[in-house]
Structures are given as structure tokens and as C-alpha cells.
């Protein structure tokens, strides 16, 4: 997990002591956010003084237009648009050095993401209110995050809001390589052990159905084709194998083929599962499966789970 450490809401008589103490700790970027405010390029100046790490900008802005010559000026390396924000059509100038993304809700949906791809292929995802720090992650941005990670699994996506160490151990498992945390780290003394949280796939308390994209039916709009008998594993963690069978298929618009495997590795787990024990199983597997399909004691499915291994998915 990379991580990028917000550190504009800091005070500036501590920030040199912050920043000493996140670069020792070995996060990747400083994020930096700005609404409406061109004191953050005074303040990315005073920032490249004390670090030499690459700086990630999130810009809230109407218009990014009259920041580019900044932007232009400054070193910083990334540089994100929050698109809920804009009041005209995103135009990324040709000639600047700093690569640009886009930002969006979580919950916004996610086919708008779409007509950005080629302007703005990066994506901050924001779980919390854009530009403000302090927030909480609630568990329904799991689902959310899901389905951005399903829809666009070769994009490179960071998640901002709310991150703490157990959040960012469901995140990895997810597959997300990238967030950006900010009171969870600053606010601390302790700013190493923070970051080693963020970084360690700590144990999680939750089960599989908190953590579920409910939304099965999604895969209809996918090529399915997977083996005619799949791995299922129970919510005490039993694994076994088993014919696949035909309402699971109908419900993700799936068929079979012959063999032990097909274009997707799928494997069925009940949702009652701990996600701790789910996440043990899958690392050792020697093969590893793209998704999880949950399925409830009836038998029925109710969601999905991308796993760190689903890439390179096209849709139809």
C-alpha cells in the first residue's frame, strides 16, 4: 500500500517536525488540498524545503484554467480535479509536467468516471466531504469503491476519507494500492506506527457481507465464462468443490465451460465468512481467483469482492 500523507491542515510551527517524522516513517507522497486557494503553491515552496518527496495536489476549483500557470510553476507531481466542482468541460493543457486526474464521490455513479478516461486516466476516490479533514469512513464505501475497482480495474484509484489502518487492510485485500490519509496520521505523536498500520494488512473485525458490492447482478454486463465446478468455501472456512449451479449463473449472467478454468476465476463464499479467514485462504491458494461471489445460507447470492489479482477485465 503507498500512501500519501495529508499534512495542509497541519500548524506551521509543527510542520517541520511532522514532516521530519512522515519521511522517516517512509510515506510516498504529500497531498495537498486546495479550494479555491492559491496559498497552497506558497505552501508546497515552504513544503519542498523540509522533503524531497513527490507532491499530489487535489485542486477543488469551478474552473482548474486559472491555476494551470501555477501548476506550471510548481513541482508537483499530480494533480487531481475534483469533477463535482467544475462548472465548465475539464481541458488538460498538452504541456504540463504534472499528470492530472480527476476526483469524484464515492457514491457518484460510476459510469460518469467513463467519459474521463482518456482526458484523466487516474481517479481519487473521496469517502468524505472533498477537502476537508477529519472525516469517517463508513462501511457502505466499501461497496461503493467496489464498484469502481470492477468497472475499472486497470485504473490506477486511490481512496481518501476516512483511512485508518483497518480500513486500508480492506482496501489492499480489495486490491487499491493507494491512499491518502491525513488526522489519522498527523494527529498522533506516534506518526511511525500510524503509517506501519496503513501499510500492514492489519487484522480485520468484519465479515464478508460488510464489505460486498450488493449489487451481483452487475456481472450480467460481462463475459462470464467459468469452470462447470468452482471452489466453495463455507462461513466456517471449509473449502470444497462443487457443481455450479444454474441460478448462481443466471443471477451474474454466467456460463460454464468445460475444464478447471475459464475466463474468470470465481470462487463462492458464504457471506458470513470473517474476512480475516477469507483473506488467509486466498493467500494460499496457489491459484489465485479474480473475485469472490458471496451466497447466503440460502444459497442465493447476495454480492461481490474484488481481490487483489483482478486486472486487466474487459466489459463487453
Not at 69 to 85: C, K, M, P, W
Not at 260 to 282: C, D, K, Q
Request: hydrophobic share 40%; proline share 4%; charged share 25%.
Amino acid at each position: 500500500m503507498r500512501i500519501s500523507a495529508s499534512v495542509s491542515s497541519v500548524e506551521y510551527r509543527f510542520l517541520a517536525t511532522s514532516v521530519s517524522k512522515l519521511d522517516a516513517a517512509g510515506v510516498d507522497f504529500y497531498h495537498l488540498d486546495s479550494i479555491e486557494d492559491r496559498r497552497i503553491f506558497d505552501f508546497a515552496k515552504t513544503l519542498r524545503k523540509l522533503t524531497q518527496k513527490p507532491f499530489d495536489l487535489h485542486l477543488i476549483t469551478s474552473d482548474p484554467v486559472k491555476y494551470w500557470d501555477d501548476i506550471r510553476a510548481s513541482d508537483i507531481s499530480e494533480v487531481t480535479i475534483q469533477l463535482e466542482s467544475l462548472h465548465v468541460p475539464l481541458f488538460v493543457p498538452d504541456d504540463l509536467k504534472s499528470r492530472v486526474g480527476v476526483a469524484l464521490l464515492s457514491n457518484k455513479q460510476a459510469d460518469f468516471f467513463k467519459l474521463h478516461l482518456k482526458t484523466a486516466p487516474s481517479l481519487l476516490l473521496m469517502t468524505t466531504t472533498p477537502g476537508k479533514s477529519g472525516g469517517k469512513f463508513s462501511r457502505n464505501q466499501f461497496g461503493n469503491i467496489m464498484r469502481y475497482r470492477l468497472l475499472y480495474p486497470n485504473v490506477l484509484a486511490t481512496v481518501d476519507g476516512g483511512v485508518t489502518g483497518e480500513v486500508a487492510s480492506v482496501l489492499a485485500f480489495m486490491g487499491v494500492s493507494r491512499v491518502v490519509s491525513g488526522s489519522y496520521i498527523v494527529s498522533t505523536e506516534n506518526m511511525v506506527e500510524r503509517v506501519h498500520a496503513l501499510r500492514s494488512d492489519l487484522p480485520v473485525s468484519l465479515r464478508l457481507d460488510e464489505v460486498i458490492l450488493a449489487e451481483p447482478e452487475i456481472l450480467k454486463d460481462f463475459t462470464l465464462r467459468i469452470s462447470e465446478t468452482g471452489i466453495i468455501v463455507s462461513a466456517s472456512g471449509e473449502i470444497s468443490k462443487g457443481e455450479i449451479i444454474s441460478p448462481w449463473l443466471d443471477v451474474i449472467g454466467a456460463k460454464t465451460v468445460a475444464g478447471e478454468t475459464g475466463t474468470h476465476s470465481l470462487i463462492w463464499v458464504n457471506e458470513n465468512i470473517p474476512l480475516e479467514s477469507l483473506r488467509t485462504i486466498y493467500n494460499q491458494m496457489e491459484v489465485k481467483p479474480d473475485l469472490v461471489i458471496s451466497i447466503n445460507d440460502d444459497k442465493q447470492p447476495t454480492g461481490i469482492f474484488c481481490l487483489p489479482s483482478y486486472q486487466n477485465t474487459k466489459k463487453i
